[in-house]
């Protein structure tokens, strides 16, 4: 009997450590921040943060690894599983994605550890080729580690269940590590400083300019991971340029130009769907196009005047025709307003009332002949609409006036990628989408609406007039 109590306080006491461990603790929200939590509860298949130093990114990386090894993932559905953790170099690995994992990863989880150099006495000082670990589920699960520098053949071959990689791979090695998770319907997921520009990740994951619904992607800074001192934030920033704090403070990437609006945050500008009241709907704006796409969107105001751009028609290669019908059938699926003929209305680039000798009628007199009458009188003023826009999407004073549902990945793309070029103007290039937002919030009223005034507000006015006049 005696034997039995010690055993069962020798389990009592190896469950109170357990709950001390680091992974545990992490697990129950100890020590993680918001950002990092976005991570882990993502479902999509090809998810990437990109963060500052510092900010909490790597660790986010490495803890998804022992949730998925472990199979106490908890967000996803658990099994044993098998992955690789790619580093740019076998020292990269050993300093920073190697010593997070055995960090997280419990002394009793490691079945067995296979080495590319140095001893088992003191794992982080040597090279690991594979982890072996003792599942939750019961079985092993298998970490590998791979390194950039070894290329593009050693990444051949195997079946995964997910890859992690901590900084920016070639896209290459990229491309093979996806074929490593296709058979088992895998994941990718990246964590990085973006140093080196716009690379490939910059467009293909930043942009998704393929529309791919599995990829996700956040930015992470400082001011994100709570547990980052503030006097050490102050120290680290005093000595760094302008663009260093952009990429090694915030996440962001940059080119030698700078970005056009520096003030989109895409976690703040970017909302999900609502069903938005139909008083709140205003009107339509077009950017027309032939070989370019023709952008067209749909902008509400609330009583505060805050805009939102609701729905987005985008494409190119296609005549009036097809173009007025696709921004109709939208129109039909919003319940949006019509005028008293019944038409619907827009605002469109005064270019379109032009004529050319391939067209007996203008853009807007083809619109016309398809139910949708545009209004040429928009203000085109380049710099002052620039500033515009700028104000709503984030104004001097902290106030955000400009959410975009995020099935506008057309708009979205383009505000993320537009540049200023040599002197003041911006890169004329992929901003279609841009121009008839410009034309929109420059053309306007500064509240579409007329609300009640109430009875303070009549007697104010009453006030102020007899002051006035004396009356």
């Not at 300093?95 to 960090?103: M, P, R, T």
């Not at 319907?185 to 300019?209: A, C, D």
């Not at 619109?367 to 040429?376: L, M, P, R």
Request: aromatic share 10%; hydrophobic share 35%; glycine share 6%.
């Amino acid at each position: 009997m005696k034997d039995i109590i010690l055993k069962v306080k020798e389990i009592e006491n190896m469950l109170e450590e357990r709950k001390n461990l680091p992974i545990f603790l992490y697990n129950k929200g100890k020590i993680v921040h918001k950002k990092q939590l976005l991570f882990h509860m993502c479902q999509k298949r090809n998810r990437w943060v990109f963060g500052g130093n510092r900010s909490g990114k790597t660790e986010c990386g490495a803890v998804e690894v022992v949730f998925l090894a472990l199979g106490v993932h908890p967000h996803k559905k658990n099994k044993l599983t098998e992955g690789w953790v790619v580093s740019l170099s076998t020292r990269v690995q050993r300093d920073v994605a190697q010593k997070k994992i055995l960090h997280y990863l419990p002394e009793y989880a490691i079945e067995k550890v296979v080495m590319l150099s140095g001893g088992q006495g003191n794992l982080e000082s040597g090279v690991i080729d594979f982890i072996l670990v003792k599942s939750e589920l019961g079985g092993l699960s298998k970490i590998g580690f791979r390194t950039c520098d070894q290329g593009r053949e050693k990444f051949q071959g195997a079946s995964l269940d997910y890859v992690w990689f901590d900084e920016e791979p070639p896209f290459d090695i990229y491309q093979e590590c996806r074929m490593r998770v296709l058979d088992k319907k895998g994941e990718i997921f990246g964590t990085m400083t973006p140093l080196k520009g716009l690379t490939w990740v910059y467009n293909q994951i930043y942009l998704n300019e393929n529309n791919d619904d599995e990829v996700w992607c956040e930015e992470m800074e400082w001011a994100d991971n709570p547990y980052l001192d503030k006097e050490e934030i102050e120290n680290m920033t005093k000595n760094m340029s302008s663009d260093e704090i952009e990429s090694r403070r915030y996440g962001k990437f940059r080119s030698s130009t700078g970005l056009v609006y520096p003030e989109f945050d895409e976690s703040v500008n970017v909302i999900e769907p609502f069903d938005v009241p139909k008083e709140w709907q205003d009107t339509i704006s077009i950017d027309p196009g032939l070989h370019n796409p023709l952008s067209a969107h749909f902008y509400c105001v609330d009583f505060d005047d805050n805009v939102y751009v609701v729905a987005e028609h985008y494409e190119k290669e296609r005549d009036v025709m097809y173009h007025a019908q696709k921004i109709k059938e939208i129109a039909d699926k919003l319940d949006w307003k019509r005028n008293s003929a019944g038409k619907l209305t827009a605002l469109i680039d005064s270019a379109a009332s032009q004529r050319t000798l391939a067209s007996e009628k203008s853009v807007v007199e083809l619109f016309a002949d398809n139910g949708i009458i545009v209004n040429t009188r928009v203000n085109k003023d380049m710099f002052s609409g620039i500033a515009t826009v700028k104000s709503y999407l984030k104004s001097a004073d902290g106030r955000v006036r400009l959410f975009i549902f995020k099935n506008c990945v057309n708009l979205i793309r383009e505000i993320k990628s537009y540049w200023w070029g040599d002197g003041d103007n911006p890169v004329k290039k992929d901003d279609h989408a841009l121009d008839e937002m410009r034309y929109y919030l420059m053309t306007k009223p500064k509240n579409t609406f007329q609300t009640k005034k109430s009875f303070i507000q009549k007697d104010k006015e009453r006030l102020a007039k007899r002051l006035k006049y004396g009356k």
